[in-house]
């Protein structure tokens, strides 16, 4: 009898414990949403109210109920296609331009980048000038959760070891003995405590959680390890792409030459700069720099950005080109930095978390009709990188 109610009861803990932890999910993870909005949706999405490629996110849950912003994020052009009149007025405004779908993303997932952009929001105006949304702060935030959680656990383990405390007490009396007559109630707690401490599933139980809680502490720390997210390095010339590539709207292809062509986009050359500036600001000290290594005959010594390990073989023509993407998609608002910075990971899970969702560009390119054909064979589903070969290893290591 007495075990069938512990059994119960260890349940019933197990229980309240999920429901704890779910009940923090509810109102979405400020942090966890600030790194898949950073990942995901920065690229065209401003957290506060401005325009980046699409419109700024503040106030979203003002305009849409959650349904929608779910039914949008999974799949927008669905909702478009549905002759939702919001949506359709949205895609004109924004000049038909398509919103990569986000199939897999859960409730969870979009509450977490719902949390993030209202945090944004929230956040005070330091001073004048200061940015206005001040970002989460992303690692204390989960540290924080990672406290809470210790500390409701081991808050759950007293009450756990209190019941079956008091349970032994109650079977005593109910076996006909009185408690003065059994052990006090203090040593029926200590006995219980003995017991739980030489109960064997009970034991590897909370050394498993220690060596599970402590594995994910070093692996969040590894994976960290050579992962250059926010690298944006002072260059040698203040050169700035919101002035040339966003206000000038010079196109990127001007200076990196090779990027729809080969697999290196390139740095452009001094004798690129000075197709304009052998005349325009001639007398600017930053100017004069390209002179001085023109006049000494060496390259200007830009630091790299973005860089992959030897290992890993990366080609963008195949991206820009074949595949149509925007540069957006992997380097985020350039055209709004006025430093080049690192948006992305650039990890292999982001490489194949990409190729997992995207659908290849097969129209016009006959190139794909017989794979095409195949495909559509065998899946409803749209063709995607994924099924032609995109998670295969060789693919991307030498
Ligand atoms: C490639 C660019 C792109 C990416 C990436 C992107 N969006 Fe969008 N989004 C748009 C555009 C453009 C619109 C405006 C409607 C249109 O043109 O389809 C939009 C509209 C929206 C809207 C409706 C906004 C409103 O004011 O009603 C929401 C919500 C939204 N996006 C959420 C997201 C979230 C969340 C992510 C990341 C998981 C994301 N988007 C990623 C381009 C993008
Ligand atoms: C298509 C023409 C064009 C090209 C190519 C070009 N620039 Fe510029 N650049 C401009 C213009 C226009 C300005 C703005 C001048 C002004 O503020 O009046 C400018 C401004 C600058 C400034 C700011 C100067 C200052 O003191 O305000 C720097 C630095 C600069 N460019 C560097 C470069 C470098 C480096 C390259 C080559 C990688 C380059 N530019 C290529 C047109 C160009
Ligand atoms: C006027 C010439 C010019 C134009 C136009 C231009 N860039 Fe650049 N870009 C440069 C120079 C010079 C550097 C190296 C210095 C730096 O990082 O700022 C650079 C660096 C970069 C880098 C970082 C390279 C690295 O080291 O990893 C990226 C990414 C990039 N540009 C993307 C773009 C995109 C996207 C566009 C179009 C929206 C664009 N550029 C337009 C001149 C240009
Ligand atoms: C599918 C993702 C993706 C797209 C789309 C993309 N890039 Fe890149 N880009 C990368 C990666 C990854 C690297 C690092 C490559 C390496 O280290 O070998 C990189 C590096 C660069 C560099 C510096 C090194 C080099 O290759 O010379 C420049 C400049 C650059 N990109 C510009 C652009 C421009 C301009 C566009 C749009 C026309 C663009 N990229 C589109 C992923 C992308
Ligand atoms: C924004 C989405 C996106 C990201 C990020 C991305 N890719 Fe891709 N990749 C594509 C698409 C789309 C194609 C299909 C192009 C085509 O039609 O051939 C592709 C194709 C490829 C192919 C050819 C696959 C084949 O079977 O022919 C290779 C190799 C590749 N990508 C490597 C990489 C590497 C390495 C990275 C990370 C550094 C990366 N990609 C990041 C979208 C992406
Ligand atoms: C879409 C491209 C892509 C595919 C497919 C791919 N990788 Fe990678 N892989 C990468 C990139 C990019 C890196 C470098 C990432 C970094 O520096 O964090 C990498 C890194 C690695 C590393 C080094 C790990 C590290 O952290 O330094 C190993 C090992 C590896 N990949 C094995 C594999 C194996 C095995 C497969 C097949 C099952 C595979 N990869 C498929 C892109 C890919």
Redesign the pocket.
């Not at 990971?345 to 292999?348: D, K, P, Y």
């Not at 995109?390 to 290893?393: I, N, T, V, Y």
């Given at each position: 009898m007495i075990n069938n109610i512990s059994k119960k009861l260890l349940t019933l803990v197990a229980l309240v414990f999920v429901l704890t932890i779910q009940s923090f999910a509810q109102d979405g993870d400020a942090a966890a949403g600030e790194t898949l909005f950073k990942n995901n949706c920065a690229q065209c999405h401003a957290a506060d109210a401005s325009v980046v490629v699409g419109p700024g996110l503040a106030g979203i849950e003002d305009r849409r109920d959650f349904a929608w912003i779910k039914k949008w994020v999974n799949n927008p052009a669905a909702v478009i296609s549905s002759g939702d009149k919001y949506a359709v007025e949205l895609y004109e405004k924004y000049n038909k331009t398509q919103m990569t779908a986000f199939p897999a993303y859960g409730e969870a997932e979009i509450k977490n980048i719902l949390a993030y952009v209202k945090a944004a929001n929230a956040a005070p105006v330091v001073a004048e000038g200061a940015p206005a949304a001040a970002p989460v702060q992303e690692a204390s935030g989960g540290k924080f959760f990672n406290v809470v959680l210790v500390s409701l656990l081991v808050i759950m383990a007293l009450v756990l070891v209190a019941l079956l405390a008091v349970l032994k007490l109650l079977s005593t009396i109910a076996q006909g003995g009185s408690p003065e007559s059994s052990v006090s109630g203090l040593e029926s707690f200590k006995a219980t405590l003995k017991g739980l401490a030489s109960n064997k599933t009970i034991v590897t139980a909370v050394i498993w959680m220690f060596v599970l809680l402590g594995t994910k502490a070093t692996l969040d720390g590894l994976y960290s390890i050579?992962?250059h997210q926010g690298y944006a390095p002072t260059q040698p010339i203040n050169f700035s792409h919101k002035l040339h590539a966003g206000d000038m709207e010079i196109n990127c292809a001007y200076c990196h030459t090779g990027v729809y062509k080969g697999k290196q986009s390139g740095i452009p050359s001094s004798s690129i700069c000075m197709n304009c500036h052998n005349t325009i600001k001639r007398e600017s000290p930053e100017i004069q720099k390209i002179y001085t290594a023109i006049e000494k005959n060496q390259p200007i010594e830009w630091v790299r950005v973005h860089n992959?390990?030897d290992?890993?073989y990366?080609n963008h023509s195949q991206h820009t080109n074949v595949a149509g993407l925007d540069c957006a998609n992997c380097h985020g608002d350039i055209k709004n930095m006025e430093v080049v910075e690192q948006r992305h990971?650039?990890?292999?899970g982001w490489?194949?978390d990409c190729?997992r969702k995207t659908d290849v560009n097969a129209k016009g390119n006959a190139y794909y009709d017989a794979l095409l054909t195949a495909h559509n064979s065998s899946s409803k589903e749209a063709m995607k990188v994924e099924d032609i070969g995109?998670?295969?290893?060789a693919?991307?290591?030498y």
């Open positions: 050579g992962v992959l390990p290992l890993a990366f990971t650039l990890t292999m490489c194949i190729h995109g998670l295969e290893c693919k991307c290591h």
